[in-house]
């Protein structure tokens, strides 16, 4: 069973920045693709980046230049840094892993607030 744990949300103004963390445990974190979705409130659940296990990467155009997905298969850990953070960033930020690859993210972690103010 993977585990998944974000950590690095908080409370930033606007144009901050912050860096997210998702640790795994209980899989083989390199051969997986992991992603990180959020969901404000009120709103659905939506996609933020993909990294795949190559490390090809991909993004939502709403974060596009800002945000920038990496691994870290040493340390079983995916990041998220999110630069010039604007209100509407502020969400739930949940990661997830894609032990497939085929965009089936089958295990989630329990999500990491972010609040940026104006």
């Known amino acids: 069973q993977v585990q998944l744990v974000e950590s690095g949300g908080g409370l930033v103004q606007a144009g901050g920045s912050l860096r997210l963390s998702c640790a795994a445990s209980?899989?083989?974190?390199?051969?997986?693709?992991m992603g990180w979705f959020r969901q404000a409130p009120g709103k659905e659940r939506e996609f933020v980046a993909r990294?795949?296990?190559?490390?090809?990467?991909t993004y939502a155009d709403s974060v596009k230049g800002r945000f920038t997905i990496s691994r870290d298969n040493a340390k079983n850990t995916v990041y998220l840094q999110m630069n010039s953070l604007k209100p509407e960033d502020t969400a739930v930020y949940y990661c997830?892993?894609?032990?497939?690859?085929?965009?089936?993210?089958?295990?989630w972690g329990q999500g990491t607030q972010v609040t940026v103010s104006s």
């Open positions: 990294i795949r296990w190559s490390s090809r990467t």
């Open positions: 997830a892993a894609d032990p497939s690859g085929s965009s089936l993210y089958a295990y």
């Open positions: 209980g899989g083989t974190f390199s051969s997986y693709a």
